[in-house]
C-alpha cells in the first residue's frame, strides 16, 4: 500500500513539474537608439503566452555614484497597451514631456508587463553619452 501511494504521490509531483512553465519574457533596449529624450525597445517572450503592457507603463532610475534612484517625472505617462501571444514588440519611447532631456549618465528603464495574469516589472540598463562642444 505505502509503494502504490509513494508512486500516485511521485506520478502527481511529476506531472505538476512538467505543467507548464511560464513563459520567460525579456526586456531589450535598442543602444542605437538612445537619446536624452528617448529610446526603442523591444519586448520578447520566449515560448508561448499572453503577454499586454503599456508602452508608457514605464519609470526610469539614474545610476549616480552606485546608488540608484528615480528619476522625478513631471507627469505620468499615458498609452495604449499592447498585446500579443509570442515573437516580440517593438515601441519607441519618448520622455520629453514627462522627463524633459535626460543628462549623461547610466539609466535603468522599468517597465511594467502582465504575462499570464501576472505583472513583472521589466529592466534594463541603458547608458545615455553626451558629447561635449569643442
Keep these: 500500500m505505502k509503494r502504490i501511494l509513494a508512486f500516485i504521490l511521485a506520478a502527481a509531483l511529476l506531472l505538476c513539474a512538467c505543467g507548464g512553465e511560464p513563459p520567460e519574457v525579456k526586456l531589450k533596449v535598442d543602444a542605437t537608439s538612445v537619446t536624452p529624450t528617448g529610446l526603442s525597445y523591444s519586448v520578447t517572450v520566449e515560448g508561448k503566452g499572453k503577454i499586454s503592457f503599456d508602452p508608457n507603463g514605464y519609470y526610469i532610475e539614474h545610476n549616480e ?13 499615458a498609452g495604449t497597451a499592447v498585446e500579443f501571444e509570442e515573437g516580440s514588440a517593438e515601441e519607441s519611447i519618448d520622455w520629453s514631456a514627462v522627463y524633459g532631456e535626460l543628462k549623461g549618465g547610466i539609466y535603468k528603464l522599468h517597465l511594467y508587463v502582465t504575462v499570464d495574469g501576472e505583472v513583472k516589472n521589466l529592466t534594463c540598463d541603458f547608458e545615455i553619452i553626451t558629447v561635449q562642444p569643442e
Excluded: F, L, R, Y
Design 65 to 77: 555614484g552606485g546608488a540608484w534612484s528615480e528619476v522625478s517625472a513631471s507627469k505620468p505617462a
